[in-house]
């Protein structure tokens, strides 16, 4: 019954293995608790780092934290109480606010006295290399400095030796 498949190309099902129940019977499991994957413990992903800042919404400078937003920003001088500074700004909605507000803010651009007014926070990532990537290589125990060129061209040549 050969000819009952539908692809003739030969595949998984054709492999001399012995497949079934019978196949996971014969072996043996080692007996006792399992060795570890790595003695020196599991390997940590490396995260990202991230800062939690407000930006201006207009040149998307960096603001200092725990600025007052009553003012203007200090690169380009645009109000930042206004309602596209503002957390709840979304302009999908009536008033482009989240919030009940009793009317429209004609201009999202211009400095306004909103008692909602929440200052809008961005996260990011990290633009400053870690520590582990700007390590020099004089502070690992590891790693080996040669003295001069020569001892230099003598360790590498002592790689190659047969």
Do not use: W
Not at 40 to 48: E, S
Not at 104 to 118: G, L, P, Q, S, V
Not at 125 to 152: E, N
């Amino acid at each position: 019954m050969d000819d009952d498949r539908k692809y003739s190309q030969r595949g998984y099902m054709d492999s001399d293995r012995p497949s079934g129940p019978s196949f996971r019977e014969d072996q043996q499991r080692p007996r006792g608790p399992r060795p570890p994957l790595d003695i020196t413990g599991p390997r940590l992903p490396r995260m990202v780092d991230t800062v939690t800042a407000s930006r201006c919404y207009n040149c998307a400078t960096p603001l200092p934290p725990g600025m007052d937003f009553t003012g203007d920003c200090p690169k380009c001088h645009a109000a930042l109480h206004c309602c596209k500074q503002c957390s709840y700004f979304e302009p999908s909605t009536r008033f482009q606010c989240t919030k009940p507000i009793p009317e429209r803010i004609a201009y999202k651009d211009k400095a306004n006295e909103c008692t909602f007014f929440r200052a809008r926070v961005t996260v990011a990532r990290d633009s400053a290399p870690s520590a582990a990537v700007t390590r020099p290589a004089g502070d690992r125990p590891d790693v080996v400095t040669p003295k001069t060129a020569d001892a230099a061209r003598i360790a590498f040549d002592n790689l190659f030796k047969k």
